[in-house]
C-alpha cells in the first residue's frame, strides 16, 4: 500500500531564510510524487510533481523538490522565504506499476510559518 | 474556464438529514475524486470515479455515496448525516493520462453537522 509521511506538523522560518518541508513516501514500485499548497479558506493548488529524469523538480513560485531514491524522500525547499508562502503544504504520491488511474495518497500536512 | 467547481460553499445539517454536495468540473477530465479534510488528518478519499458510469470506494466511504452519470458532474451524497461528517469536502479531477497527472481541486464545502 501506498502512504507518505510529513514528520513535522509545523514549520517555522525567518523570511529570506532558505526553508525545507520535509516528505518520505512508500509505494511498491516506482513513484509519481506531488506537492500542493493551501492557503487559508481555499482549495489546495499544484506546486511541482516528479515523473521521471531529473532529480531536481522546479515548480510555482520558486519552490523546488528533491527525489532521493535511496532514502525515499522528496523534501520540498525555497532559497529564501516569504512571508506570503506561510500555508499547508500536502506531499502526495501515487505508484507507478499499476496502470490507469489510481488514488493519490496525501500526507498529513504540514503547516508553514514565515515570520518578517 | 472555471475549472472545479463545488456546490455549496458551506452547508449546516442535523443529524439524520441526507444532503447531495455538488462537483462539476469542464475540462473533460475522466478521473474525479471525493476527500475529506480533518485537522490533523490530511486529506482522506472517500470515493472516486476514472469514468463515466464507474466508481469506486476509497480510505473512508461509510455513509457516502457517489455516482457518474456524466464526464462532468461527480455528486457526492449523505444519506444519514452524522456529527462525524463533520470535515471540509474537497472534490478533484484529473485527465486520463494515468498516475503521472495533476489533480486540479476545487474551493471546497464546508459542512456542519448538528
Known amino acids: 500500500a501506498q502512504s507518505v509521511a510529513q514528520p513535522e506538523d509545523q514549520v517555522n522560518v525567518a523570511e529570506g531564510n532558505p526553508l525545507t518541508v520535509k516528505c518520505t513516501y512508500s509505494v511498491s514500485g516506482n513513484p509519481y510524487l506531488f506537492w500542493y499548497v493551501q492557503y487559508p479558506n481555499r482549495g489546495l493548488q499544484f506546486l511541482l510533481k516528479y515523473i521521471t529524469g531529473d532529480n531536481l523538480v522546479k515548480g510555482s513560485y520558486g519552490f523546488e523538490a528533491e527525489f532521493n531514491k535511496s532514502q525515499t524522500s522528496f523534501h520540498l525547499k525555497k532559497p529564501s522565504a516569504l512571508v506570503s508562502d506561510s500555508a499547508l503544504y500536502f506531499c502526495?504520491?501515487?505508484?507507478?506499476?499499476?496502470?490507469?488511474?489510481?488514488?493519490?495518497?496525501f500526507g498529513k500536512g504540514t503547516r508553514l510559518s514565515v515570520i518578517a | 474556464n472555471a475549472g472545479v467547481t463545488q456546490t455549496p460553499k458551506f452547508q449546516v445539517l442535523k443529524t439524520g438529514q441526507s444532503m447531495t454536495l455538488q462537483c462539476a468540473q469542464d475540462?473533460?477530465?475522466?478521473?474525479m475524486s471525493w476527500y475529506r479534510q480533518d485537522p490533523g488528518m490530511g486529506l482522506r478519499l472517500i470515493h472516486y470515479s476514472v469514468g463515466a458510469g464507474i466508481t469506486d470506494q476509497g480510505e473512508v466511504p461509510n455513509g457516502y455515496n457517489v455516482s457518474r452519470s456524466t464526464t462532468e458532474d461527480f455528486p457526492l451524497r449523505l444519506l444519514s448525516a452524522a456529527p462525524s461528517q463533520t470535515s471540509v469536502y474537497f472534490c478533484?479531477?484529473?485527465?486520463?493520462?494515468?498516475?503521472?497527472?495533476?489533480?486540479?481541486f476545487g474551493p471546497g464545502t464546508r459542512l456542519l453537522v448538528l
Open positions: 475540462m473533460n477530465h475522466e478521473y
Open positions: 478533484a479531477s484529473s485527465d486520463s493520462g494515468g498516475n503521472q497527472e495533476t489533480q486540479y
Open positions: 502526495a504520491v501515487r505508484d507507478r506499476v499499476n496502470s490507469g488511474n489510481t488514488p493519490l495518497v
